[in-house]
């Protein structure tokens, strides 16, 4: 916004010292001495403000910060002090001391939604069917959650292959999701949904690959991931 700033006063005054110079020039009996001298003052005032606020825009800091919910990057002015929604998925995201906590998955017990949980969760609600997911405080009066094995994704050594198998009536949302995930362009996203199913990322961990599934399953994207080694056989 600064930097628009700058720029416009930038030209404009630049543009007046320009007009007062013509002017100047042909100025011919004098009649015009009056407006030269103001343009050649707004001008240059101008152009001292426009230094002034380039200037300012070197202070503005930008600090970025990934969600550790969808790896989407969230640039902010300045270091979080609280829990703040994500740009991309608008989940809350926990603030510790200006840092994201990390976040655990957890399937739904009712729905088998995938869910999060931070270290700074209380009560966890499903965000598909509202049902709370049971997480206790762990008797060491830490701050560790211990939630039914049973729900709990387990990130395990293997890596994952990520396929597309179909598509639902999302298309746009889809296409610009996959754009942002694979950074790939609109053409390159429709070549490969032209012809499902298809391999979208090779290589990534068991945990990547469930917050991936749910995030395209948003977009009615039919995501299977198998282990790299079975995929091969
Ligand atoms: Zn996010
Ligand atoms: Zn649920």
């Not at 230094?51 to 919910?69: E, G, H, M, N, W």
């Amino acid at each position: 916004m600064i930097s628009e700033r700058s720029l416009t006063l930038g030209f404009g005054g630049i543009a007046a010292l320009a007009i007062g110079g013509v002017l100047y020039r042909y100025r011919g009996n004098g009649s015009l001495n009056g407006l030269c001298t103001i343009l050649f003052i707004a001008g240059a005032v101008c152009v001292v403000a426009a230094i002034y606020f380039a200037l300012q825009v070197r202070k503005v800091t930008s600090f970025d910060l990934s969600c550790p919910f969808c790896e989407v990057n969230n640039i902010l002015v300045d270091a979080p002090n609280e829990d703040f929604p994500c740009v991309s998925c608008n989940r809350m995201i926990p603030i510790v001391e200006g840092k994201a906590l990390s976040v655990s998955q957890v399937r739904c017990g009712y729905c088998n939604e995938l869910n999060y949980y931070s270290d700074k969760t209380e009560v966890l609600l499903c965000e598909k069917c509202n049902h709370e997911i049971p997480i206790a405080v762990g008797d060491t009066g830490g701050p560790k959650k211990t939630i039914p094995a049973a729900f709990v994704v387990v990130d395990d050594e293997a890596l994952y292959e990520l396929q597309l198998v179909g598509q639902g009536h999302k298309t746009e949302e889809l296409i610009q999701a996959l754009q942002h995930m694979l950074a790939l362009n609109r053409n390159q996203v429709k070549a490969m949904l032209a012809e499902l199913p298809v391999t979208v990322l090779t290589g990534i961990t068991r945990k990547k690959a469930e917050m991936l599934k749910a995030q395209l399953s948003l977009y009615d994207g039919e995501v299977e991931f198998h282990p790299m080694e079975e995929a091969r056989r």
